[in-house]
Nanobody
Framework: HVQLVESGGGSVQAGGSLTLSCTTS????????MAWFIETPGKEREGVAS???????HYTDSVKGRFTISQDNAKNTLYLQMDSLKPEDTAEYYC???????????????WGQGTQVTVS
């Protein structure tokens, strides 16, 4: 039974940093891709960063150079380090995973419950 649990959201001033965590259980990292998505009112859920099953990382243009996705296999945890935060980064952040090589769409099987990030 695969479970994903996000943590680390909160409120921060513009220019600040936050680190989101996604603790996983029920599978091994080597067979999964993982990703972080955001959702804001009135907009479709969209991806911001993903990590392929081979470890290759991808970022949407708006977060390149500011966000870093990584995973710690020993701790079964996916991270999103967010630096130089902007008010437009305010959103509900979700981690997701699937038995695929790439996690670049929202049509993924496993999702966390979300964690709110507010930048003012």
């Amino acid at each position: 039974h695969v479970q994903l649990v996000e943590s680390g959201g909160g409120s921060v001033q513009a220019g600040g940093s936050l680190t989101l965590s996604c603790t996983t259980s029920g599978y091994t990292y080597s067979s999964y891709c993982m990703a972080w998505f955001i959702e804001t009112p009135g907009k479709e859920r969209e991806g911001v960063a993903s990590i392929d099953s081979d470890g290759t990382t991808h970022y949407t243009d708006s977060v390149k150079g500011r966000f870093t996705i990584s995973q710690d296999n020993a701790k079964n945890t996916l991270y999103l380090q967010m630096d130089s935060l902007k008010p437009e980064d305010t959103a509900e952040y979700y981690c997701a995973a699937d038995f695929l090589q790439y996690c670049t769409t929202t049509r993924l099987t496993y999702w966390g419950q979300g964690t709110q990030v507010t930048v003012s």
